[in-house]
């Protein structure tokens, strides 16, 4: 009897060998990762939800901000994206630093949009006419070049308050003030870690070649993406709820949507229309990655017009975009703030 039981089990086992090999190698393949990120379109989301200024006034149409999907890619996806016209294969180094975890990644996003908000509700209640008070409580690390002498020294959520001893409250000032140094200078900053306030020296460095860019400079201590910790007192109050949309690309669109709530006025004339791009305090509208993607989801959402960022080759890779899909959307080309407020006057 016990002879019977062990040829069947032996003659199961030989018999789902293949099946059970069958399994393991898909397993393999649809979960080993890939040193390669995906990119996709994202959604088109109204941003009257999101953004609420007390008292704010209501319009007939909506403006939206455009996403992008970004996930770590396995072979499936990999080979899916290869043959996709709007997904993107993009190098994990393109992507993160070349030792940041997922977590830093995350949280430097986090953080770029918190600064895009700031930028966007200064922006737009100054140009409104409204009253904002602007303090500055220094800059924050939110990356590290491998290599560099900040990686032996700083960590990713350091605060810098000063440069050899003089107070920097602001990522203008930190850059302005670190860049006429040179390879070889000494630099001490006065950092905040967590609640205790300690000082770090470092020597400035020549940048890997593969960090220098044809205009930028070339030497530093290695810190990326430099973010301002600011706080901000307006009259109305602004809540901004943007869950876990990251990045800075919304800037342009958060500045039309709190101005929108602010005025009287219509801007949207009753119209659908989305848009990305940074907003810096000078106004200016910054390019941004994904545009493509990001005309596929505006499109989708049935947007009729889309303010694209001149600068890099954002506008014309949005044109592209439009034609190729037989999207009737409208690109509109915009530098400044001032660009998409005349166009919005003319509707």
Do not use: C
């Amino acid at each position: 009897m016990t002879t019977e039981k062990t040829t069947k089990r032996k003659n199961f086992f030989s018999q789902n060998k293949f099946i059970i090999l069958f399994l393991l190698v898909f397993a393999f393949i649809a979960f080993y990762p890939l040193p390669y990120y995906i990119t996709s379109p994202g959604d088109a989301r109204v941003l009257d939800p999101i953004i609420n200024v007390e008292g704010g006034d209501e319009d007939t149409g909506v403006f939206m901000l455009t996403t992008v999907s970004v996930g770590t890619a396995n072979i499936p996806q990999y080979i899916w994206a290869k043959l996709s016209d709007y997904r993107e294969v993009i190098p994990a180094d393109q992507i993160r630093g070349e030792d940041e975890t997922d977590e830093e990644y995350n949280q430097r996003q986090l953080q770029m949009m918190e600064d895009s908000q700031h930028a966007a509700t200064i922006v737009a209640f100054q140009e409104a006419g409204k009253k904002v008070d602007i303090e500055y409580h220094g800059v924050y690390v939110t990356g590290i070049m491998s290599g560099m002498p900040a990686e032996k020294k700083l960590k990713v959520g350091d605060k810098i308050i000063a440069v050899d001893r003089n107070p920097v409250m602001e990522t203008k000032k930190l850059l302005d003030t670190l860049a006429p140094k040179k390879a070889g200078d000494s630099v001490d900053l006065t950092i905040l870690r967590g609640d205790k306030k300690m000082n770090v020296n470092l020597n400035i460095e020549e940048f890997p070649k593969k960090y220098i860019q044809d205009q930028g400079p070339k030497a530093g201590l290695g810190i990326t993406s430099p973010v301002a910790d600011v706080s901000i007192v307006t009259d109305p109050k602004v809540k901004i709820d943007t869950s876990q949309i990251g990045g800075p690309s919304a800037g342009l669109m958060f500045t039309l949507e709190i101005m929108d709530q602010l005025t009287p006025e219509d801007l949207t004339h009753g119209k659908k229309i989305a848009g990305t791009g940074t907003m810096d305090l000078q106004k200016n509208v910054g390019p941004i990655g994904g545009i493509q993607q990001k005309i596929v989801a505006a499109d989708e959402a049935g947007a009729e017009i889309f303010f694209a960022p001149v600068d890099g080759e954002n506008y014309s890779d949005a044109v592209k975009a439009q034609k190729d899909i037989g999207s009737k959307m409208k690109i509109v080309p915009v530098k400044t703030l001032n660009d998409a407020l005349d166009y919005l006057k003319k509707l």
